[in-house]
């Protein structure tokens, strides 16, 4: 199993950014697919999930609105869209398998935002 | 939504030592608790879950146990490489919430 996540970000304020986890190693369809954010020097906050046989996704508290998350099950790759960049959203952001406990991670990818 | 809370926030221990970690919700979850490690600059890393079935390829030093409200990780005998920052997470419903983390050190 391995998920591969695209690579580092830097981004100005209201820009848009997209990343990209894409699985390997297992039928795609068979987990769902989770997003956890770690902002600099801060713990893991879990932002929700991707039901990846229909598509619908499950945002957590506080990522609704300008964030959202995406299939594309023939390539079996998941999307993280963020539009509307704050700076404190400044953080690494994991894909994780799973619903429930989190068995494989993406590699993270670090969105920088910066004027 | 359901709450957990870690602790200590850290701790530094000799080599050798027995090290406890703690893990309260604010509400029953059953036995559908995780434990994950998260070495400095590394992804995290599943460690335990269902409270206390240890993920494959994890040292047996590693146990967990509790349920309900509290639970508890325990490293039997603390190694170098267990230097690392280890959360909980509960996941009996959404909002799949992780503690705020305990960092762990050698003295």
């Known amino acids: 199993v391995q998920l591969v996540q695209s690579g580092s970000e830097l981004k100005k304020p209201g820009a848009s950014v997209t990343v990209s986890c894409r699985a390997s190693?297992?039928?795609?369809?068979?987990?769902?697919m989770n997003w956890v954010r770690q902002a600099p020097g801060q713990g893991l906050e879990w932002m929700g999930w991707?039901?990846?046989?229909?598509?619908?996704?499950t945002y957590a508290q506080g990522f609704t609105g300008r964030f959202v998350f995406s299939l594309d099950t023939s390539a079996s790759t998941a999307y993280l869209q963020i539009s509307g960049l704050k700076t404190e959203d400044t953080a690494v952001y994991y894909c994780?398998?799973?619903?429930?406990?989190?068995?494989?991670w993406g590699q993270g990818t670090l969105v920088a935002v910066s004027s | 939504d359901i709450q957990m809370t870690q602790s200590p926030s850290s701790l530094s221990a000799s080599v050798g030592d027995r090290v406890t970690i703690t893990c309260r919700a604010s509400?029953?979850?059953?036995?559908?608790l995780a434990w994950y490690q998260q070495k400095p600059g590394k992804v995290p890393k599943l460690l335990i879950y269902?409270?206390?079935t240890l993920q494959s390829g994890v040292p047996s030093r590693f146990s967990g146990s509790g349920s309900g409200t509290d639970f508890t990780l325990t490293i039997s005998s603390l190694q170098p490489e267990d230097v690392a920052v280890y959360y909980c997470?509960?996941?009996?419903?959404?909002?799949?919430?992780f503690g705020g983390g305990t960092k762990v050190e050698i003295k």
């Open positions: 994780a398998r799973r619903y429930n406990f989190f068995d494989s």
């Open positions: 190693g297992y039928t795609f369809t068979s987990h769902a």
């Open positions: 991707i039901n990846t046989n229909t598509g619908y996704p």
């Open positions: 509400q029953g979850i059953g036995n559908n």
């Open positions: 269902g409270a206390f």
């Open positions: 997470q509960k996941y009996s419903s959404a909002p799949l919430t």
